[in-house]
């Protein structure tokens, strides 16, 4: 079985910066697309950034564009979310999602595995 682990989570202030980390174990980690997305309370599931098996492609949600970069190391089985001037409106649980192969990278229903999240919270 798969399985993910965010981590890297807090409490910031407004403009500053965090480096989320997520884990995977049970298998081999190549040729693997890997997303972020985040949820905050009484909203729905929303895609952040996604990255290609090899990390030659990356997209973002135009709402982080410009201040997030998502990263990916193969060979330890790790993709990162660096995350910068970072505004109250952030403030979400993130999750790691992942599925073999290609994807229609914003859409949730793609991704196979997901990890339990990490909060992070931005203060005004």
């Known amino acids: 079985q798969v399985q993910l682990v965010e981590s890297g989570g807090g409490l910031v202030q407004a403009g500053g910066s965090l480096r989320l980390s997520c884990a995977a174990s049970?298998?081999?980690?190549?040729?693997?697309?890997m997303a972020w997305f985040r949820q905050a309370p009484g909203k729905e599931r929303e895609f952040v950034a996604a990255?290609?098996?090899?990390?030659?492609?990356?997209y973002y949600a135009d709402s982080v564009k410009g201040r997030f970069t998502i990263s990916k190391d193969n060979a330890k089985n790790r993709v990162y979310l660096q995350m910068n001037s970072l505004k109250p409106e952030d403030t979400a649980v993130y999750y790691c999602?992942?599925?073999?192969?290609?994807?229609?990278?914003?859409?949730?229903?793609?991704?196979?595995?997901w990890g339990r999240g990490t909060q992070v919270t931005v203060s005004s």
């Open positions: 990255i290609s098996w090899n990390g030659a492609n990356r």
């Open positions: 049970g298998r081999t980690f190549s040729s693997w697309t």
């Open positions: 999602a992942a599925r073999s192969g290609s994807a229609n990278y914003r859409e949730i229903n793609e991704y196979d595995y």
